[in-house]
């Protein structure tokens, strides 16, 4: 197979990275300089959920997979890309909106699930991301589905002072069956070949629940 070209789907990792409510800061601080010390090294503080990520298992579930147990192959396969553009604030993902492409699902697809709200990065209106329905959600682990992936802070609804949430269902669906979510996707509108292969390899993290990727979608060529 020939590389043709890669989509960056990653949002950068810096000052301006924006964390879910709570999620520990990224702070970067200069540790040595060439004038200094002969070479530059950068000393970094965040989370493991920092920037474009993905969550183990683990993160629900205590007898889950954690980041280092993961088969490589979970993180690496064939994209089908959701339309979920038209759900808007707080929207619930649903099947209608999966059954244009459900007939392109098969066991090791990697969802996208493509709703727009990357726009919205580093606002206070991120946190209103549209989410994945539990019981569409079921219906993809059905058809052998075990990585999802949103362009959003987070796959389920994101709670606050006015809207509870609904207790994350679809992070426990996905954990229960070992299962991988990707979060902090963006760019997913840059992907107009068919077929996209999606990479979310992560750093191994020791028997942690999760951490960045630099994720991309690769258009190959026989």
């Known amino acids: 197979m020939t590389k043709q070209s890669i989509v960056d789907l990653s949002v950068p990792v810096g000052a301006g990275t924006q964390v879910y409510p709570g999620d520990p800061v990224l702070e970067f601080s200069v540790h040595s ?8 090294l950068l000393n970094v503080s965040m989370g493991s959920q920092t920037g474009t990520h993905v969550d183990a298992p683990f993160h629900f579930s205590e007898t889950g997979l954690k980041i280092d147990e993961i088969p490589l192959e979970r993180f690496v396969g064939r994209g089908v890309i959701v339309d979920a553009r038209a759900a808007g604030p707080r929207g619930r993902i649903g099947w209608e909106f999966i059954e244009p492409v459900a007939d392109q699902v098969r066991p090791g697809s990697i969802i996208l699930l493509h709703t727009g709200w990357s726009e919205y990065y580093g606002t206070d209106r991120y946190f209103e991301n549209p989410f994945l329905d539990a019981d569409a959600c079921r219906r993809l682990i059905g058809l052998g589905v075990r990585t999802f ?6 796959i389920d609804e994101t709670p606050d002072e006015t809207h509870p949430g609904e207790g994350f269902p679809v992070h426990h669906l996905i954990a229960d069956v070992d299962g991988v979510i990707g979060e902090n996707l963006t760019n997913i509108a840059a992907i107009d070949f068919t077929a996209p292969v999606i990479s979310l390899l992560p750093i191994a993290f020791e028997a942690a629940d999760g951490a960045p990727v630099r ?8």
């Open 33 to 40: 300089t060439i004038e200094r010390d002969g070479f530059n």
């Open 149 to 154: 992936a949103i362009d959003a802070i987070n």
């Open 215 to 222: 994720a991309v979608a690769i258009r190959l060529e026989p």
